[in-house]
C-alpha cells in the first residue's frame, strides 16, 4: 500500500494540522498559476465554475478542464 500525503512511513495518521499544511504546500508549490486561482476560487471562496470562468473570460468547459487538472495534481502530489 502506497503511503499517503495522511500517514506518516509506519502508516499512522498524521494530525490535521499537519495534513493542510501539506496540502498549503502542493497547492502554492505544485499548481500553476491558473490551477492555483481556480482551486482557490472554487473550493475557499465558494465560486461556482460558470462564475470562475465567466471572471477569466473562457468557457465554462475550460474551467472545469483546469479545475479537474489541479485536482489530479494535487491527488498526484499527495502520493508519494
Do not use: W
Not at 500525503?5 to 504546500?25: A, C, V
Not at 497547492?27 to 471562496?45: H, K, S
Not at 461556482?48 to 494535487?74: F, P, Q
Amino acid at each position: 500500500m502506497k503511503n499517503t500525503l495522511f500517514e506518516d512511513n509506519r502508516g499512522l495518521k498524521l494530525p490535521r494540522h499537519i495534513q493542510l499544511k501539506r496540502i498549503q504546500n502542493v497547492i502554492m508549490q505544485e499548481l500553476t498559476p491558473l490551477q492555483r486561482e481556480t482551486i482557490l476560487a472554487y473550493y475557499f471562496q465558494g465560486q461556482n465554475i460558470s462564475v470562475i470562468a465567466r471572471e477569466r473570460g473562457v468557457n465554462k468547459s475550460t474551467a472545469c478542464r483546469t479545475l479537474h487538472r489541479a485536482e489530479a495534481r494535487i491527488r498526484q502530489c499527495l502520493r508519494y
